[in-house]
């Protein structure tokens, strides 16, 4: 749904009687930088347009508006009484590691969030194969090594036909954690099945293309140092096999369904006995989160997903803790292979929403006969909104003073309330490769960041 007026003029002041000016709602996109929360490029544009000439008008109608409220209505507000922002919202969120296209909604067009929920996208991401993570990604634990020499790229291209069209697609293994209102690593824990199937979504793929091919010691993308403790490994092979059954429409017998039980149960209490003593601590850090002040939750805190596309904005005046959700590594100058190491792929797909792309590198390992995971991921266009597009604006231009981004803002939110067409026809901007010498190492496992305001209008969350 489109905003129908542009302008509206405000008939009184906050203070003077006289006419504010212009009020601008609207949609733009926003190229999110790597590193940072959806929630946080929220945080700092509205930073920059507080005190804005463009967004004046909003905020001093919003205050005319609160100085009008009852007693009764100011003491509902729960928070921000005082703290007057411009409303905002963002229409499907980019976990931290990720880069592209975000889309951002300013006063009444936050309305309009909600229809970018099942519209397509556009990604690019590198497939890096030879060993697969606990999180689908780089940032994740190993989990297991495979072979990787006899990965070419004809053998993935073949492979990228059985993920064209429409299929029913697996959510990561730490994407699907409850069952039944348990995490799921408690069954392993104590030695149960699954008590259903893992719920599953149908996806589909209008495009997809490899559109480059790196040779083995051609790219600088490496696995995570990391291993995964006996117990992950454990709860990874349950699931895993609980997959393979259920999208094979393996059915057991009653007789085959207990013994299976029993084998599982037999088996995970004598692999919990044995790994106790190593594994200690390994309970605490999945079953429950740990206090920590906030220097430290902001040092620990990892990203979701993995991306290392484009470069770091200038740090805003006062950084929030969604600003970087990199955790800091460790450089070496061992890789984690013998060798030249393993092939990786850049691939370029057009899906629905609702496709995990963690899970496509993660599959598209298991279909070449060895292991892979996600190594970098851009959003190159969601819906008419795309990477280097007129209606998508580049972050760090915030940091360069309303004279740079108050015009882009402006042309942007003209062309949302334009009748005309917003951008369907433009290309989508070829994704930035990473300059770094290394692909960024991390060793933590896949948790969400913490817990931040609620925006206006969001929509669902996909990688």
């Known amino acids: 749904m489109r905003i129908s007026k542009f302008l509206k003029m405000v008939a009184t002041g906050p203070a003077s009687g006289q006419i504010s000016g ?82 951002l909604g300013v006063g009444k067009g936050t309305k309009s969030l909600q229809s970018f929920i099942d519209c397509t996208k556009t990604y690019e991401t590198v497939v890096l194969f030879g060993a697969s993570t606990d999180t689908y990604d780089r940032v994740g634990k190993i989990l297991k090594k495979t072979a990787y020499d006899h990965i070419t790229r004809s053998m993935v291209e073949d492979a990228l036909d059985s993920f064209r069209g429409k299929y029913q697609q697996m959510p990561p293994l730490y994407s699907a954690l409850k069952m039944e209102g348990k995490p799921l690593y408690e069954y392993a ?42 117990f992950e490994r454990s709860f990874a092979e349950q699931v895993w096999k609980a997959e393979k059954d259920q999208m094979a429409s393996k059915k057991l017998t009653p007789e085959e369904e207990e013994a299976d039980t029993k084998a599982r149960k037999e088996h995970e209490n004598f692999k919990r006995k044995s790994d106790e003593t190593v594994d200690a601590l390994v309970y605490d850090r999945l079953g429950k989160r740990v206090k920590t002040n906030n220097q430290s939750r902001k040092d620990k805190d990892p990203a979701m997903m993995s991306g290392a596309l484009g470069e770091m904005p200038p740090a805003a005046p006062k950084p929030g803790k969604g600003s970087n959700l990199i955790p800091e590594t460790t450089n070496t100058d061992t890789p984690p292979w013998e060798g030249k190491g393993p092939p990786a792929a850049r691939i370029r797909m057009t899906v629905t929403s609702g496709f995990y792309v963690r899970s496509f590198c993660h599959d598209l390992g298991v279909k070449v006969s060895s292991a892979a995971m996600m190594a970098e991921l851009c959003r190159s266009r969601q819906g008419d909104f795309v990477l280097g597009g007129s209606n998508c604006m580049e972050f760090p231009d915030l940091g360069k003073g309303e004279s740079v981004w108050g015009p882009q803002v402006e042309s942007m939110l003209e062309q949302w309330n334009s009748k005309g067409d917003t951008g369907s026809t433009q290309p989508a901007l070829r994704a930035k490769q990473n300059k770094s010498p290394k692909a960024a190492q991390s060793s933590v496992s896949e948790k969400t960041e913490p817990a931040e305001p609620a925006e206006p209008v969001t929509a669902s969350s996909v990688d």
């Open 22 to 103: 212009p009020i601008l709602d609207g949609v733009f996109g926003i190229n999110k930088p790597v590193g940072m929360s959806s929630a946080q490029v929220i945080r700092d544009c509205q930073h920059h347009f507080r005190p804005s000439a463009l967004f004046k008008p909003m905020i001093d109608q919003e205050i005319a508006n609160r100085a009008q409220e009852s007693n009764s209505r100011r003491k509902k507000r729960r928070f921000g009484k005082d703290d007057i922002r411009v409303k905002m919202g963002h229409g499907g969120t980019l976990d931290p590691l990720a880069t592209g296209v975000l889309i």
């Open 189 to 230: 824990r104590a030695g149960k099945p699954l008590p259903r199937e893992i719920a599953t979504r149908e996806v589909d793929v209008s495009e997809l293309e490899l559109v480059e091919w790196y040779e083995p010691g051609t790219h600088s993308h490496w696995w995570p140092m990391e291993e995964a403790t006996n």
